[in-house]
């Protein structure tokens, strides 16, 4: 059984930091990618970072700078540096793993840890 645990979240005020961890187990064969998205209560999830086993990163617009992710693909573990947070930066951060096996692509998530940026 695959499994993704995060760790990391908390409060922080605004312009602090934080780094997030994620930790895949299980027989996870395939493992193309993994990433961080968000989601507020009563919207979408939205995608955050990712990063594929071909050492290749992407960020959405609204955190690029700000935020880095860093994938270590034989440990099956991501990260994710969260700088300069924001206020609307609160969410809950789930962490993705994406396989690809014989060309058809499967997610995994995780539970999801808070992050709540407030003074």
């Known amino acids: 059984q695959v499994q993704l645990v995060e760790s990391g979240g908390g409060l922080v005020r605004p312009g602090g930091s934080l780094r997030l961890s994620c930790v895949a187990s299980g027989k996870i064969g395939g493992l193309y990618a993994m990433g961080w998205y968000r989601q507020v209560v009563g919207r979408q999830r939205e995608f955050i970072a990712t990063?594929?086993?071909?050492?290749?990163?992407d960020y959405a617009d609204s955190v690029k700078g700000r935020f880095t992710i860093s994938g270590d693909f034989v440990n099956k573990t991501v990260y994710l540096q969260l700088n300069s947070l924001k206020p609307e930066d609160t969410a809950i951060y789930y962490c993705?793993?994406?396989?690809?096996?014989?060309?058809?692509?499967?997610?995994?998530w995780g539970q999801g840890t808070q992050v709540t940026v407030s003074s």
């Open positions: 990063s594929t086993n071909r050492d290749t990163t």
């Open positions: 993705n793993g994406h396989v690809v096996l014989v060309g058809i692509g499967y997610d995994y």
